[in-house]
């Protein structure tokens, strides 16, 4: 049966930039009924072990157990030092996971350069998860490629946000340490049908973003495209409370269901706060008990 974790979305930027320690979202998750916590390397003040080992002690010393690691590389960036960088920065946060004690560690594309073609993006992108998944295999680490929207820190949107785009690079990756981390939300915003999209990679699936996103009132996709090139998230997008949004989560989970699904599901919500986040669990604990 799948489980259930949380992500604090809602204090993102504060832990990101350091303005609420991590110490302090970590002894306020259990009280949202999850199973296990998601964390993003950029939490970290960085990922050497007197960094990592006093948090992976407080998550024992809390109880919790830590369901994936979230992490962005930049594998289409046009400079190659910098892609061998990001390879690099990949296999770290697969030693971050490995030390948590986690199995599933998330990659990327990289960033929609405006200068970078569709096949040079796929080659790119092919290689650097590659070159990462020797070492992932090895730490005995699944990578989980994200049907992704973009990175809060970044200028440009995801490359492989198309579905066509995503779907070429998961079919030239073969491996049982290689799946997909599906986001329903990402689907919506990238112009597809969500459920059409898991069809047609539910056998890959290991692990799912639980989001429910909508545009702002009164904002199109045109507005979120016009929006390519700021830095971080789009002011015409917004992250609503699993359930109350488009995605319809009967659907998806029955094909979850009915392709064996049994990975963590990690809700990606809360920006009105941790209440908002506790109602996503519960919301999903229904529905898991409905199809599971």
Not at 6 to 14: L, N, Q
Not at 154 to 173: G, K, T, V
Not at 184 to 202: C, H, I, Q, W, Y
């Amino acid at each position: 049966m799948p489980r259930i974790s949380v992500f604090p979305k809602c204090f993102f930027d504060e832990l990101v930039d350091g303005r609420m320690p991590f110490e302090q979202w970590i002894r306020d998750a259990p009280s949202l009924g999850g199973e296990g916590v998601e964390h993003y390397d950029g939490f970290f003040r960085s990922l050497e072990p007197e960094d990592v080992d006093p948090i992976a002690r407080l998550m024992d010393e809390t109880g919790q157990i830590t369901s994936m690691i979230c992490f962005s590389p930049d594998f289409t960036h046009p400079d190659a030092g910098e892609r061998r960088r990001q390879v690099e920065r990949q296999k770290a946060a697969v030693d971050l996971t490995a030390r948590l004690g986690a199995r599933h560690c998330r990659t990327l594309s990289g960033q929609r350069y405006p200068e970078l073609s569709r096949d040079e993006g796929i080659a790119r992108t092919v290689e650097g998860i590659s070159r990462a998944l020797e070492y992932a295999e090895k730490r005995g680490v699944t990578l989980c490629m994200e049907n992704h929207y973009k990175d809060g820190t970044w200028r440009y949107p995801e490359f492989a946000q198309p579905e066509d785009i995503f779907l070429e690079i998961i079919d030239r990756i073969d491996s049982p340490f290689f799946g997909v981390q599906y986001d329903p939300s990402n689907a919506t915003v990238g112009g597809f049908d969500p459920v059409r999209f898991l069809e047609k990679v539910r056998h890959r699936v290991v692990t799912m973003h639980a989001s429910d996103r909508y545009l702002a009132p009164g904002a199109t996709l045109d507005d979120l495209r016009s929006q390519d090139g700021s830095t971080g998230y789009a002011s015409a997008l917004r992250h609503g409370e699993t359930g109350k949004g488009l995605n319809d989560y009967d659907a998806i989970f029955r094909l979850l269901a009915g392709a064996g699904f049994d990975g963590w599901i990690s809700v990606e919500a809360g920006l009105e706060g941790l209440d908002e986040i506790r109602r996503s669990v519960e919301f999903l604990r229904r529905k898991r008990a409905d199809h599971f």
